[in-house]
C-alpha cells in the first residue's frame, strides 16, 4: 500500500517562507506531486518531481530524495493568497494517491 | 483554456436515493479519474478509467458505484441507494497519460452531494 505523511497545520507570515515536508511508503513510485486547494475549490497541479532534486516554478520549489523517501514544497515571498490546503501525492499504476494536506495559513 | 467541467455543482438527496454525477473531461485526455473528498479530509481515489474500461479502483468503489462514458463527451458517476456517509465533494479529473505520467491531473470544479 501507499501512505503519506504532512504536517497538518503551518502558519507563516506575509512575505516569509515555508516548507511543508512530505514522507512517502510506497511501491513502484513514480514521481512526486503538489497540488494547492483552495477552501472550497479543486485541487490544482503546482509542481512534479520525478528525478531528485530541486524543481523551481516561480515563487514555488519542490524538492525530492527518493533514497529518503522525502520531499518538500517551498513557498517563498508568501502572500496572503497562498492560504490553502497542500496536498502531497505520489503516483501508483493509474492514480494518484493524495497525502492528508497541510493547511497554511498566511498572517499579515 | 481547455477545462473539466462536472455538473451539478451542488446535489441534496435522500438517503436510498440514487445519484449521477456528470463530467466532461478535457478533449484529448484519454484518461479519467472521480476522487472523493469529506469535508476537510484528504482527496480520496475512487476510480480510473481508461479506453472504456475500470484500469482501477479503491475499497471504496464497491457495487453501490460505477462509471459510464456514454459517449464521446461524458463521463458519469452513479451512486446508487445513497448513504448518509456518501456525502462529499466528488471530483473528476483528466489527463493525457497514466496519472498525468508527470503527476499532472486536471480537477473540475466539483460536485457536492449532500445525502440526508
Known amino acids: 500500500g501507499q501512505s503519506l505523511e504532512q504536517p497538518s497545520e503551518v502558519t507563516a507570515v506575509e512575505g516569509a517562507i515555508v516548507q511543508i515536508n512530505c514522507t512517502y511508503q510506497t511501491s513502484g513510485f513514480y514521481g512526486l506531486s503538489w497540488y494547492q486547494q483552495h477552501d472550497g475549490g479543486a485541487p490544482t497541479f503546482l509542481s512534479y518531481n520525478g528525478l531528485d532534486g530541486l524543481e523551481e516554478t516561480g515563487r514555488f520549489s519542490s524538492f525530492l530524495s527518493r533514497s529518503d523517501s522525502y520531499g518538500y514544497l517551498l513557498l517563498q515571498e508568501l502572500q496572503m493568497k497562498d492560504s490553502a490546503s497542500y496536498f502531497c501525492a505520489v503516483r501508483s499504476s493509474y492514480k494518484l494517491i493524495f497525502g492528508s494536506g497541510t493547511r497554511l495559513l498566511v498572517r499579515p | 483554456e481547455p477545462e473539466v467541467t462536472q455538473t451539478p455543482s451542488h446535489q441534496v438527496t435522500q438517503m436510498g436515493q440514487e445519484v449521477i454525477l456528470r463530467c466532461v473531461p478535457i478533449s484529448n485526455h484519454l484518461y479519467f479519474y472521480w476522487y472523493r473528498q469529506i469535508l476537510g479530509q484528504k482527496v480520496e481515489f475512487l476510480v480510473s478509467f481508461y479506453n472504456n474500461e475500470i484500469s482501477e479502483k479503491s475499497e471504496i468503489f464497491d457495487d453501490q458505484f460505477s462509471v459510464e462514458r456514454p459517449d464521446g463527451s461524458n463521463f458519469t458517476l452513479k451512486i446508487r441507494s445513497t448513504k448518509l456517509e456518501d456525502s462529499a465533494m466528488y471530483f473528476c479529473?483528466?489527463?493525457?497519460?497514466?496519472?498525468?505520467?508527470?503527476?499532472?491531473?486536471?480537477f473540475g470544479e466539483g460536485s457536492r452531494l449532500t445525502v440526508l
Open positions: 479529473a483528466s489527463s493525457e497519460r497514466p496519472a498525468g505520467n508527470t503527476g499532472e491531473l486536471f
